[in-house]
């Protein structure tokens, strides 16, 4: 892991083996490839430290959901605000594999889906059997993850210093989210709602 986040995926196996004191051919011999060494790495850094305990602090409604958000992201920005982490993430991405858009797809499903869904709860808006979850709003939680990543790309790829109370930042995209979030939520979830109603009264009359 180590090896590829500071080389890229690009890395030769013939140094990496090296670097691990082994010889080439038994690093072949527990890998057929380079790609299931590459496949190991992605289980390892990105499945491995999945923590299923964020989904359900997520969804747990005795915590008021400010508070809730707020835990997470602290919780999660510990394990991608890693060296490895970010640098693996950024090599999978320039490397075109499927690595990232997997990885992606697992964080919209279990995180930023249920997210839309409990700040919709939080706003009194309809749910998801009601009105489906719309890009925009995904991509509004999508803004935060990105905002707290790229304090790691800052550290991790660009070599700059980031702050060090990353707590107190993450307390404040969260503070700005939800007084942002809400009269926008309104508007794009409830004007199909809205738009719904007007189609099945208009249909009624037709009648």
């Known amino acids: 892991m180590s090896f590829f986040a500071e080389t890229g995926f690009g890395g030769d196996t013939r140094e990496l083996a090296k670097r691990a004191q082994v010889t080439h051919a038994l690093l072949f011999r527990y890998f057929p490839s380079k790609d299931a060494l ?11 430290r999945w923590n299923p305990y964020w989904e359900m602090l997520i969804r747990d409604r005795s915590v008021p959901l400010r508070e809730r ?22 090599f999978a991405g320039l490397r075109g594999s499927d690595l990232n858009r997997q990885f992606f797809a697992l964080v919209t499903e279990r995180i930023i889906t249920p997210i839309c869904a409990e700040v919709r709860e939080f706003y ?40 060090e109370n990353l ?33 099945a009264v208009a249909g009624g009359r037709r009648r």
């Open 38 to 48: 590459i496949e190991r790495v992605y289980q390892e850094v990105f499945i491995g």
């Open 167 to 199: 707590d107190g930042l993450i307390e404040a995209e969260v503070r700005t989210f939800f007084d942002g979030v809400g009269p926008t939520l309104k508007e794009i979830v409830q004007r199909p709602a809205a738009n719904r109603r007007l189609r």
């Open 69 to 90: 958000l707020i835990q997470f992201y602290k919780l999660y920005a510990q394990t991608i605000l890693t060296y490895e982490w970010v640098r693996l993430i950024m």
């Open 124 to 163: 009194g808006l309809p749910d998801f059997e009601r009105v489906p979850p719309t890009q925009i709003e995904i991509e509004l939680v999508w803004g935060i993850n990105s905002r707290i990543f790229y304090f790691g790309v800052r550290k991790y790829i660009y070599g700059m210093a980031v702050p």
